[in-house]
């Protein structure tokens, strides 16, 4: 007797099999970069486009399967405390040297004390997406801090470059006027958004949760994305 597989599970084994093929791809792709500049080759930077391309491809698929999970009740939240400022500079040099390749600096700004409840590894996969994405909307700098708000802990990107398009814009009381659906025009599918919405909905405390807030302007005159935990 044949077993039936639903067809979710079988595109969720899917997705997790490419996952860590793009994930030896982007290693690989390292070594290659190394190499290249060691002897001077004038194609690294478009090694680091691909690197680019690679690494947001690799995490809309982690995104996939993390909803995949929710939607299935699988998806467990881990909630330890931990040092912000080593999440924070964690996320910083994995994309130092992709964003030095197109002359974007990037700073962390964050109080070494600071320590808070909440699942490391959800919110690094967050932070790491609209890192990535600064890539190819920053002009010169990047910037990541946190601070103590009103009884949230808040992690905040921003950069300097044109600001969010009026579409993906939220306001700091969690009123998202966001249009969900896919842009042809840009490659948006929106995905990003509905997995930070859904993460940061999932730390919850005192019966406050978490929210995220897209705004433009902060202290760089561009886009600021900002991710608050109770």
Known sequence: MTVKMDFSDILASTLHDTK????LLFN???DII???REQNCPSHVEFYNLQYEIKRLNNSLIRLLSLYKAEKSQLAINIDYHSIRDILEDVSIQHEALLNAR?????TDCDPALFWALDRSL???VLDNVINNS???TKEKVKISSSVES???????EDD???YPPSMLFNEKNNPKFKKGIDFQTGSTGLGIYFSEMVSAMHVKNEKNGFISIVNGGTLNGGVFSIYIP
Request: charge should be positive.
């Open 103 to 107: 002359g974007i600096k990037i700073e």
């Open 123 to 125: 919110i690094a996969g």
């Open 34 to 36: 190394a190499n290249c």
């Open 161 to 163: 470059g044109a600001g």
């Open 135 to 137: 890539f190819r909307y």
């Open 151 to 157: 009884g949230y802990l808040v992690m905040r990107i």
């Open 28 to 30: 690989n792709l390292e």
């Open 20 to 23: 860590n093929s793009l994930g």
